[in-house]
């Protein structure tokens, strides 16, 4: 199985200021054919299922606000929140959709 | 819109089984695949597999085989999914999460996700 390992475990940002984090994966999660990385975020709130945030590494799903971003290619990726808000406070999972055997990352606590 | 709902909490006795069942809605059942994910109390997202809800056919992660059996019935758009000789480490909520699946490809990131069912296993 491909692993997802996240960085860091949790992760205490202002109101306002950038929040990074951070996934990477044992192997390469880019398609060489379609030169597409197959990673996805998600955000996720007590007692709710997550939310996906991002597809393709850095494609926004519909409806999520733009101070979400997602970068990187291969096998690191950086979800950032550019201006964090109170309502983001969430644990945030990594997800590669490479394999046939799907992995998640352990996953980040974001706090205020 | 597209929404999912899941059956309510379930305790179950060591050795025992669970079925949890997923009820779609707002879209065309057969045209999909539905997997579930677990969560551990406390802890992260655990894949288990999925169904084809066209012509059932299914992929169960490694850890699994041999313990879970999904299932689905197109008359009222519903999956289940079943886990056999259940132990305490099972316990944790189940979701069932649906695939994008475009005109000629489906890929595997999730939305939406049902609500989820807690499964929760004692002795």
């Known amino acids: 199985d491909i692993v997802m390992t996240q960085s860091p475990d949790s992760l205490a940002v202002s109101l306002g200021e950038r929040a990074t984090i951070n996934c990477k994966s044992s192997?390469?999660?880019?398609?060489?054919?379609?030169?597409?990385?197959?990673l996805a975020w998600y955000q996720q709130k007590p007692g709710q299922p997550p939310k996906l945030l991002i597809y393709w590494a850095s494609t926004r799903e519909s409806g999520v606000p733009d101070r979400f971003g997602g970068s990187g290619s291969e096998t690191d990726f950086t979800l950032t929140i550019s201006s964090l808000q109170a309502e983001d406070v969430a644990v945030y999972y990594c997800?590669?959709?490479?394999?046939?055997?799907?992995?998640f990352g352990q996953g980040t606590r974001l706090e205020i | 819109q597209v929404q999912l709902v899941q059956s309510g909490a379930e305790v179950k006795k060591t050795g025992a089984s669970v079925k949890v069942s997923c009820k779609a809605s707002g879209y065309t059942f057969t045209g999909y695949y539905m997997h579930w994910v677990r969560q551990a109390p406390g802890q992260g997202l655990e894949w288990m597999g999925w169904i084809n809800l066209n012509s059932g056919d299914t992929n169960y992660a490694q850890k699994f085989q041999g313990r879970v059996t999904m299932t689905r019935d197109t008359s009222i758009s519903t999956a289940y999914i079943d886990l056999s000789r259940l132990t305490s480490d099972d316990t944790a909520v189940y979701y069932c999460a649906r695939p994008y699946c475009g005109s000629s490809s489906c890929h595997n990131w999730f939305d939406p996700w049902g609500q989820g069912t807690l499964v929760t296993v004692s002795s």
């Open positions: 192997q390469s999660v880019l398609y060489n054919s379609n030169n597409k990385n197959y």
């Open positions: 997800q590669q959709y490479y394999s046939t055997s799907l992995t």
